[in-house]
Antibody
Framework: QVQLVESGGGVVQPGGSLRLSCAAS????????MHWVRQTPGKGLEWVAF????????YYGDSVKARFTVSRDNSNNMLYLQMNSLRPEDTAMYFC?????????????WGQGTLVIVSS | EIVLTQSPATLSLSPGERATLSCRAS??????LAWYQQRPGQAPRLLIY???NRATGIPARFNGSGSGTDFTLSISSLEPEDFATYYC??????????FGGGTKVEIK
């Protein structure tokens, strides 16, 4: 069955960096578009980033553009999110999600999330 | 950016009752709308995609309808596990992909 397992979250100071990872299994990862979605504590969902199956197409939400970078390693079925210049408002649970169709969602499988806290 | 507005924010119902949730888009998303269920402490789960298609393994009591700017998620008879928060999400115009603010279905 499809499994997505995020890791790399933690507490970081404002201005700091963090790299999130998502280990994928149970499906053909190199054929799948992947997303990062975040959820602030007690609030709603916000789409963060998308990467095409081959890594050649990437899109970002406005609030993270130029600070976050999505990447993937198809040889090892891994998805990454490099987060730089972190701000308190980036505090959230970060989910990786698989794209059902290929590029534009919906998200048919989600990981359990990894918590990022940006605080001094 | 397409804004999705969900109503009501909270729906108080009893098990066995019918639930009707609304999602309105700020401009037409055609049929490119999905619904997700999120239980406390869990990741969201895809219920409906492209307005009317149930995702794999989703019970028949969940139904999606609508097109353009107005969409509805109906749950015909609420089971105990259906008390959760529901989100709509559009993929018609992106980036960004956008979500609604959610409707919490709580036990009355």
């Amino acid at each position: 069955q499809v499994q997505l397992v995020e890791s790399g979250g933690g507490v970081v100071q404002p201005g700091g960096s963090l790299r999130l990872s998502c280990a994928a299994s149970g499906f053909i990862f190199p054929n799948s578009g992947m997303h990062w979605v975040r959820q602030t504590p007690g609030k709603g969902l916000e789409w963060v980033a998308f990467i095409r199956y081959d890594g050649d197409e990437k899109y970002y939400g406005d609030s993270v553009k130029a600070r976050f970078t999505v990447s993937r390693d198809n040889s090892n079925n891994m998805l990454y999110l490099q987060m730089n210049s972190l701000r308190p408002e980036d505090t959230a649970m970060y989910f990786c999600a698989k794209d059902l169709i290929g590029s534009s969602s919906p998200f048919d499988h989600w990981g359990q999330g990894t918590l990022v806290i940006v605080s001094s | 950016e397409i804004v999705l507005t969900q109503s009501p924010a909270t729906l108080s119902l009893s098990p066995g009752e019918r639930a009707t949730l609304s999602c309105r888009a700020s401009q037409s998303v055609k049929s490119y709308l999905a619904w997700y269920q999120q239980r406390p402490g869990q990741a969201p789960r895809l219920l409906i995609y492209d307005a009317t298609n149930r995702a794999t393994g989703i019970p028949a009591r969940f139904n999606g309808s609508g097109s353009g700017t107005d969409f509805t998620l109906s749950i015909s008879s609420l089971e105990p596990e259906d008390f959760a928060t529901y989100y709509c999400q559009q993929r018609r115009i992106w980036p960004p992909l956008t979500f609604g603010g959610g409707t919490k279905v709580e036990i009355k």
